[in-house]
């Protein structure tokens, strides 16, 4: 089992990776004497149900998959059930699943009864990678994404590298989107190793996914240990995301996985970079064809551009009416560029 530890002012935690983890729940979960809750997604239920069994005295509450389920009645619904089944301040809440679970669990925790401890046992390589790890929790409102969330970090994250078999070709990829995140912002070594590995990646071959999803894990912990309220170094987190979180909003959350929205967002954010000419040219090149390699639809023309544009508005990052892009600059390095919307519309229409 290999461990990555953040390292936080205060609550900080250890992330446990390893295939076959989940044999041993029992043990790695601790159980506080309360009563204890586990959520979970029907699917997941339906998949790996069976290695909760091993934690039968907690209560399981299973909702719904998808990103629909990231809403106020599903969270007033999680928070009754746990106050009429007796949960305390010292209850523990697990969050079994996707980034959707992770989400909207770690958020029922971090109001309920002004927070209580959760671990997270993320069973997708996205959230594996990405959203389980640093304590950003949320659900949407009104369509926009997060806009309703908390910091609350868990005390622990379990995760079981040998359940990444199971997951739908289009899931993969979306982990995939993230992973290549962390080296083109962070680690050119790791952006040429992942390059150079994508198809055991894409096959999640076990000898060297645990390295992989260490790597991410390792890279994510030094970033949010420096950063956790995403002061500064933390947004270089969201490279991809603006482009990204319009594409999934313009079709209703519906046509994309969320890493499917961030390659597309990374495509044509590099060619931002481009255009505005911060970034080298061949470094560039180098990225568009990792990502142009992938296999997905990039073509974004049937989206009109105001409307992009619009949704980009909505972004919790941006600042005074201006939207924040993440762009690459060199190799391993990204940074901040804020854009008007007139800036905006000038970029994206001549993508
Ligand atoms: N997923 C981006 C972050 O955790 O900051």
Same mark, same amino acid.
């Given at each position: 089992?290999?461990?990555? #530890?953040?390292?936080?002012?205060?609550?900080?935690?250890?992330?446990? %990776?390893?295939?076959?983890?989940? $044999?041993?729940?029992?043990?790695? /979960?601790?159980?506080?004497?309360?009563?204890?809750? %586990?959520?979970?997604?029907?699917?997941?239920?339906?998949? =790996? $149900?069976?290695?909760?069994?091993?934690?039968?005295? =907690? !209560?399981?509450?299973?909702?719904?998959?998808?990103?629909?389920?990231?809403?106020?009645?599903? &969270? /007033?619904?999680?928070?009754?059930?746990?106050?009429?089944?007796?949960?305390? #301040?010292?209850?523990?809440?697990?969050?079994?699943?996707?980034?959707?679970?992770?989400?909207?669990?770690?958020?029922?925790?971090?109001?309920?009864? #002004?927070?209580?401890?959760?671990?997270?046992?993320? &069973?997708?390589?996205?959230?594996? +990678?990405?959203?389980?790890?640093?304590?950003?929790?949320? %659900?949407?409102?009104?369509?926009?994404?997060?806009?309703?969330?908390?910091?609350?970090? @868990?005390?622990?994250?379990?995760?079981?590298?040998?359940?990444?078999?199971?997951?739908?070709?289009k899931?993969?990829l979306s $982990?995939i989107g993230e992973?290549i995140k =962390?080296?083109?912002?962070?680690?050119?070594? *790791?952006?040429?190793?992942?390059?150079?590995?994508? !198809?055991?990646?894409?096959?999640?071959? !076990?000898?060297?996914? @645990?390295?992989?999803?260490?790597?991410?894990?390792?890279?994510? /912990?030094?970033?949010?240990?420096?950063?956790?309220?995403?002061?500064?170094?933390?947004?270089?987190?969201?490279f991809g995301h603006t482009i990204g979180h319009a594409l999934e909003g313009i079709t209703? *959350?519906?046509k994309y996985a969320h890493g499917e929205a961030v390659i597309i967002g990374m495509y044509y954010e590099t060619i931002m970079?481009?255009?505005?000419?911060?970034?080298?040219?061949?470094?560039? /090149?180098?990225i568009l064809?990792f990502l142009d390699?992938l296999g997905i639809d990039l073509n974004i023309d049937d989206y009109? +551009?105001?409307?992009l544009?619009?949704w980009?508005?909505?972004?919790?990052?941006?600042?005074?009416?201006?939207?924040?892009?993440?762009? @690459?600059?060199?190799?391993?390095?990204?940074? !901040?560029?804020?854009?008007?919307?007139?800036?905006?519309? =000038?970029?994206i229409?001549?993508l």
């Open positions: 089992m290999e461990k990555v #530890r953040v390292n936080l002012k205060e609550n900080s935690y250890n992330i446990l %990776i390893g295939k076959g983890l989940l $044999g041993d729940l029992e043990n790695l /979960a601790e159980h506080s004497p309360e009563q204890n809750f %586990i959520i979970t997604d029907k699917n997941i239920n339906a998949l =790996y $149900g069976n290695y909760l069994d091993a934690l039968d005295s =907690y !209560e399981r509450i299973v909702i719904e998959p998808g990103e629909q389920s990231k809403s106020i009645d599903v &969270t /007033a619904n999680i928070l009754k059930q746990m106050l009429e089944k007796g949960a305390s #301040r010292r209850s523990k809440v697990i969050a079994f699943g996707g980034g959707v679970v992770g989400d909207l669990a770690g958020f029922c925790s971090a109001i309920y009864m #002004r927070g209580i401890p959760f671990v997270q046992i993320p &069973t997708t390589l996205l959230a594996q +990678v990405d959203s389980s790890v640093g304590g950003k929790t949320g %659900i949407n409102l009104l369509h926009y994404k997060n806009s309703i969330g908390a910091f609350h970090q @868990p005390v622990k994250v379990i995760i079981d590298t040998g359940l990444l078999h199971t997951l739908p070709y899931e993969l $982990g992973i =962390y080296g083109i912002i962070y680690d050119y070594e *790791f952006f040429k190793y992942v390059a150079r590995n994508i !198809e055991k990646i894409k096959k999640c071959d !076990e000898d060297i996914m @645990p390295y992989v999803v260490k790597r991410c894990c390792e890279i994510k /912990a030094e970033i949010v240990s420096r950063d956790e309220k995403e002061e500064g170094l933390r947004k270089i987190l969201n209703d *959350f519906s970079a481009k255009k505005m000419g911060i970034v080298d040219e061949e470094y560039a /090149a180098e064809n390699g009109p +551009v105001l409307e544009a619009d980009m508005l909505k972004d919790k990052k941006n600042v005074g009416g201006k939207i924040s892009f993440i762009l @690459p600059v060199k190799e391993g390095m990204v940074k !901040e560029q804020m854009l008007e919307k007139s800036g905006v519309l =000038y970029y229409s001549s």
